[in-house]
């Protein structure tokens, strides 16, 4: 028999009709396959000193150690780690290799050089990865992006908010009557990952 694999949106949007036990979906496959290594903390410094060295082999390890995490369980390191040195890995021989492809194609990502806060969120968005303990990791990173980018001298910022239109995408929690997610307050636990 023939193994189909749907890589492409145009056919996903068609699954629900397809009833053919032969017919695959990338994303589910891939979820299959890259089941590995949990990210630590630990093992976020230890890549991020590889994209630190100029050392193209340590990028290309790094690269690499990055593909064969477990995609969903190291989403938010992952994919902090591409923001921060994907100008790095872009044209290394590593970035042609298979399973960084793959690592990229699961997160929707085509263009390394241009990813921000809101990429890593549309991401996990596209993975139903959009959980209050990812977003926790990530609003430390969007709070002191903010303070940076502000710019200000005699302001501050204080607090930061997502998008409330985010509010209904985020996966495995009940929003309440007024519609809030009870978040970790940024000043309660501070992210190990800080890049």
């Known amino acids: ?11 996903k949007n068609y699954m629900d009709f397809i009833n053919d036990p032969e017919v695959y979906d990338q994303d589910d496959v891939l979820k299959v396959l890259n089941t ?4 630590t903390d ?41 923001k ?4 790095r ?5 590593g970035s042609q290799h298979v399973n960084f492809k793959s690592l990229l194609k ?9 990813i921000s806060l809101d990429t890593v969120i549309d991401c996990l968005r596209h993975q139903e990865l959009l959980t209050p303990d990812n977003l926790n990791r990530i609003m430390p990173l969007a709070k ?7 710019r200000l001298r005699n302001f501050s910022v204080t607090h930061v908010d997502i998008n409330p239109s985010l509010l209904s995408e985020i996966q ?22 800080n890049i």
């Not at 590995?36 to 990210?39: A, I, Q, R, S």
């Not at 060295?53 to 938010?76: H, K, Q, R």
């Not at 890995?89 to 021989?93: I, Q």
């Open 36 to 39: 590995g290594t949990v990210m």
């Open 172 to 193: 495995d929690v009940p929003v309440t009557l007024s519609g809030m997610v009870e978040l970790i307050d940024d000043d309660e636990e501070e992210l190990n990952m």
């Open 106 to 114: 699961f997160f929707n990502i085509t263009n390394l050089s241009g």
């Open 84 to 87: 921060q040195y994907g100008s």
């Open 89 to 93: 890995m872009y044209g290394v021989t």
């Open 42 to 82: 630990e093992m976020f410094e230890s890549v991020k000193r590889l994209f630190e060295s100029s050392d193209d082999t340590n990028t290309t390890l790094g690269m690499e150690t990055l593909a064969n995490c477990d995609y969903e369980a190291s989403a938010v390191p992952i994919l902090l780690l591409l």
């Open 1 to 11: 028999s023939l193994n189909v694999f749907v890589s492409d949106l145009a056919y």
């Open 144 to 150: 002191s992006q903010m303070c940076e980018d502000a």
